[in-house]
């Protein structure tokens, strides 16, 4: 059993030892009700579109090299 804690944005990687951030994205919009609509960010080097994020549950893709992006898109989904 997860953890029941209520997060306003979780970011999380594609490749995580142990667990995938597909995974992650799964169990938070699955099991975790208290996390069920919080914006996940994936962040990843890996070669995936954002389109294929969304398809994992995840409400953006953006690429690691793109630390401005992140902070800005971040800041907006917080700001909701």
């Given at each position: 059993?997860?953890?029941?804690?209520?997060?306003?944005?979780?970011?999380?990687?594609?490749?995580?030892?142990?667990?995938?951030?597909?995974?992650?994205?799964?169990?938070?919009?699955?099991?975790?009700?208290?996390?069920?609509?919080?914006?996940?960010?994936?962040?990843?080097?890996?070669?995936?579109?954002?389109?294929?994020?969304?398809q994992q549950g995840c409400t953006s893709f953006i690429p690691?090299?793109?630390?401005?992006?992140?902070?800005?898109?971040?800041?907006?989904?917080?700001?909701?």
């Open positions: 059993s997860g953890r029941k804690e209520s997060f306003d944005l979780i970011v999380t990687d594609i490749m995580m030892p142990g667990l995938n951030g597909y995974d992650v994205a799964k169990f938070v919009r699955g099991e975790n009700w208290k996390n069920k609509f919080t914006p996940i960010i994936m962040v990843s080097g890996a070669d995936i579109t954002d389109v294929e994020a969304r690691k090299s793109n630390l401005a992006k992140i902070v800005s898109m971040s800041r907006i989904l917080l700001n909701r």
